[in-house]
């Protein structure tokens, strides 16, 4: 079993920053692809970034060249660094892991994922 834990959300202005974490348990973490999804009010839920067990990333296109998706293996964190946002970045964020990914490749399928947190709010006002 592995729980995920985000946080960092909250309400900031059109242009600003935020920097979603997310905690999780299990001791091979290292091993885990992970990505960071979106929900929007009314909306289905959408890949914006993922990041696989050897680094590699994927964003969607909405979100490329304004967030970063990373990882520090030693604190069992991923991080979405979320730059520029948008009103159209308002959604409650979750993170997720794919426990069976591979290393080299971005989990990029809703279905890879094992495991979810409870999700964070991010509102942007414009």
């Known amino acids: 079993q592995v729980q995920l834990v985000e946080s960092g959300g909250g309400l900031v202005q059109a242009g600003g920053s935020l920097r979603l974490s997310c905690a999780a348990s299990g001791r091979i973490f290292s091993t885990y692809n992970m990505g960071w999804f979106r929900q929007p009010p009314g909306k289905e839920r959408e890949l914006v970034a993922a990041i696989s067990s050897g680094g590699s990333t994927y964003y969607a296109d909405s979100v490329k060249g304004r967030f970063t998706i990373s990882r520090d293996n030693a604190k069992n964190t991923v991080y979405l660094q979320m730059n520029s946002l948008k009103a159209e970045d308002t959604a409650v964020y979750y993170c997720?892991?794919?426990?069976?990914?591979?290393?080299?490749?971005?989990?990029?399928?809703?279905?890879?994922?094992?495991?979810w947190g409870q999700g964070t709010q991010v509102t942007v006002s414009s």
């Open positions: 997720a892991a794919d426990v069976n990914g591979r290393y080299l490749s971005a989990s990029i399928d809703i279905s890879d994922y094992d495991y």
